[in-house]
């Protein structure tokens, strides 16, 4: 399967996010929750759906594709729900025969606290940190071996704004005997953990993308800032931040490529557990890092770098926690044991497969 | 914007192994099953593995010794990629790779490239048979990360040159047959990367050479001084052009920067601690956490290193490249340690009485040497952060 992108949606996506998601916009969608400004030709490209198979209504692609615009929405820190609308919503709609709606999706991410029953046809209980739910056209969620549907304004929906660390709304939504617009049985293959490793792939694909500027931004910034008379990139100890930043980064992507090219073969379960625990540890070092070098000026509002760091700060935890991501994949090693440990090292999942 | 995306598109291309490396891999699998049976064979420590003759000679019945050699020379002609898959199953299963391991990463490639025909034809063959054994001639007392700081000389005399200098750190020295020695063989006027040469010098019944041994640490033997007086080297022992040291150098670091050496020196420890948790039964969350904490980062470098091997297959150079993975993988071998050993909660010690504690404890007594050999990770760190503006676009 191939982990090489189609070029031209890569060109005009980052000529679009250039001309649309500038500092200002991703400020302003703080106080509003939303981006019109980007939302709107973004769709009209179809880029949301890419992933997405034509037969549902999406937009097709490889999934190569469609990792590398949630890499941009990283990059350049979009702040609406593309992989809540593609990959995530518009797979669990897919698999439900639900029709796509033109506007954005979202999906319940099965926080641990949550609670959902479906009682005579109705929904109720408590769905926590549902990104964009009150934009959304329909709030998608896995309860038991059903997918549903339900729209944000339908009776007995209630919900409390919750921001994540870089401004998004997360809602807590609370349903009440709210009517349920879809459902029909998930497929094999769609369940809860399906749902978290392609949410858990989304976002590490977003910090990726997020820590690829961030070690442009600071590598540049370090070459410009004078210090004591120079750059301060010619202080070793600055230089040292700067390369541990690039390699960090790079792990990253590496883990990113080798986890797509694993979900063609089939199953990705190593490589997905491997990618978000790297994801989010490669990510907390280097925004560590990128701050340090920026010293003060990163921690203004004014600088770019917060939009990116905050964001990371916000995807290492959503969809697994480093942690969760880490003890997950501690637990299969132990499962294959010391003679599948190397199989699993040099070939991922495929290891797992029965000879 | 448009450059920086091309920019940072740069570098660690993901690949897979092809079917005939996979069966090359198999090759390998099968071999070390049959020679080094888990249980029956205690693991050496990535690199730093036991000088075991018998077991090079076997590998070299393979063709998996002096992997680069073309046919021409005796060699097997393997890619780098091939090369890549033997050294990292040897690590893995920490074999006795030590007798011909500098003789097949740095010193063939190396001869390779700048060696004359008759030079050529005098080594390449017997490497690849495994039966020339190569040290490292290049650190001095006064010249560790600072190579251009040699103050080993060569001067003219009839027919050749005279050696006078004394190089350390030479690992082997006492076991190998030969090593390459980097000198100053005109004196250093102004550019101190000008003037340096490397000599190929004789380790056994070599007059005016003594090898006296540093033992490590730990007590051990692996390390040397190598004082040379007056040692006669002719004309035909001198590898590429007279003056041109600095670059043959740089070239072979290159080759040893990258591969498999740079982040498995722990993992036979690693596997062999898995083995005796896990029978022991009931593991900790701690316990889960790194376990998943470690592999999943070997599984990311093993991704970047095999991306360079494949990349250098292609014609590329990737030097910063290189200098990251080195830079990762042993920093991460060496944080590894402590990971197990806070899991470990035992004290370790050479003489316990399970295997998975008497290799930990070989790694906390080789640990520190994991970011200083081949260059200390302080300076290829200011050396790669040389070349990442042009990665990103950036104007110096």
């Known amino acids: 399967m191939t982990v090489v992108p189609d070029a031209l949606l890569v060109e005009t996506l980052t000529r679009l996010f250039t001309q649309t998601c500038g500092h200002e916009v991703i400020q302003q969608a703080e106080t509003d929750g939303w ?233 990705a379960t190593f490589e997905v557990a491997s990618l978000k625990s790297l994801a989010g540890e490669s990510g907390s070092d280097v925004t560590t890092r990128a701050h340090q070098v920026h010293g003060a000026i990163g921690m203004t509002q004014e600088f770019v770098l917060h939009q990116l760091s905050r964001r990371v700060w916000s995807w290492r935890e959503e969809f697994g926690s480093t942690a969760w991501w880490r003890q997950g994949l501690g637990q299969l090693v132990a499962d294959v044991g010391a003679d599948g440990l190397w199989p699993l090292v040099s070939e991922g999942s495929a290891s797992l497969l029965p000879a | 914007m448009a450059v920086a995306e091309q920019a940072s598109a740069r570098g660690f291309a993901y690949t897979t192994l092809t079917a005939e490396e996979l069966a090359l891999r198999e090759e390998v699998r099968a071999f070390i099953k049959a020679e080094l049976p888990v249980g029956g064979y205690r693991p050496c420590l990535g690199m730093s593995a036991d000088h075991d003759p018998e077991f090079t000679r076997k590998m070299a019945a393979r063709g998996w010794v002096g992997m680069s050699i073309p046919t021409r020379y005796g060699g097997p002609a393997h890619t780098a990629v091939d090369r890549f898959i033997v050294v990292e199953e040897m690590l893995k299963a920490g074999a006795p790779v030590g007798a011909h391991w500098v003789a097949d990463r740095q010193s063939a490639p190396t001869i390779l490239r700048f060696g004359t025909e008759e030079q050529r034809e005098r080594f390449l063959p017997a490497i690849a048979r495994g039966e020339l054994w190569f040290s490292i001639g290049m650190s001095e007392p006064d010249a560790g990360s600072d190579l251009a700081a040699v103050r080993t ?17 030479t690992s082997n020295a006492h076991q190998n047959h030969w090593f390459i020695v980097l000198c100053r063989s005109s004196p250093n006027e102004g550019d101190r990367h000008e003037g340096l040469s490397q000599l190929l010098v004789p380790l056994r019944g070599t007059e005016g050479l003594e090898i006296n041994p540093i033992k490590f640490l730990d007590g051990s033997h692996h390390f040397n001084e190598v004082v040379m007086t007056d040692v006669f080297v002719p004309d035909e022992d001198v590898l590429g052009e007279i003056g041109r040291g600095w670059q043959q150098v740089n070239s072979e670091l290159a080759y040893e920067r990258a591969g498999p050496d740079r982040f498995l020196s722990v993992y036979s420890t690693f596997e062999q601690l898995l083995r005796e948790q896990v029978a022991q039964g009931e593991l900790s969350a701690k316990a889960f956490e790194a376990f998943g904490r470690i592999t999943a980062r070997y599984w990311a470098l093993r991704n970047l290193s095999l991306s360079i091997s494949r990349t250098i297959d292609q014609g590329g150079a990737p030097a910063v490249e290189a200098a990251i993975v080195k830079d990762l993988g042993t920093t991460f071998e060496q944080e590894m340690i402590g990971l197990l050993h806070d899991l470990w909660g035992e004290e370790p010690s050479l003489d316990a009485a399970t295997l998975g504690n008497q290799l930990l404890a070989a790694c906390v007594l080789t640990g520190p040497s994991f970011t200083l050999r081949g260059g200390t990770n302080e300076i290829l760190r200011t050396v790669a952060s040389k070349g990442l503006a042009a990665w990103y676009g950036v104007n110096r």
């Open chain 1, 35 to 267: 981006a019109e400004v980007v939302w709107e030709p973004l769709a009209a490209t179809g880029a949301p759906w890419v992933g997405v198979p034509e037969s549902v209504g999406g937009s097709g692609g490889t999934l190569a594709d469609a990792i590398a615009v949630q890499r941009l929405v990283g990059r350049f820190a979009v702040p609406l729900p593309v992989a809540e609308t593609g990959l995530l919503g518009g797979w669990l709609a897919g698999a439900a025969g639900i029709a796509l709606p033109d506007g954005p999706l979202t999906v319940v991410p099965q926080r641990p606290n949550d609670r959902l029953s479906i009682d005579g046809g109705v929904l109720n209980g408590v769905a926590h940190r549902v990104p964009w739910a009150a934009r959304s056209s329909l709030i998608l969620a896995l309860v038991g071996d059903e997918i549903i549907a339900v729209e944000p304004g339908a009776a007995g929906v209630g919900m409390d704004v919750v921001r994540n660390l870089a401004g998004e709304p997360r809602e807590t939504v609370r349903f009440d005997g709210t009517p349920i617009a879809h459902r029909a049985a998930a497929p094999a293959g769609v369940d809860a953990i399906a749902l978290r490793q392609r949410g858990a792939l989304c976002r590490s694909a977003q910090i990726a993308g997020a820590l690829e500027r961030i070690a442009e931004l600071t590598v540049e910034y370090a070459n410009q800032r004078t210090q004591f008379g120079q750059k301060i990139a010619r202080f070793q100890a600055v230089a040292q931040h700067l390369v541990r930043i690039a390699s960090e980064t790079r792990l990253v992507g590496m883990a990113l490529d080798g986890t797509v090219a694993a979900f063609g073969g089939g199953d």
């Open chain 2, 153 to 169: 000389t060569a001067t003219r005399t009839d027919g050749g040159w005279l050696l006078n200098g004394t190089k350390i750190w």
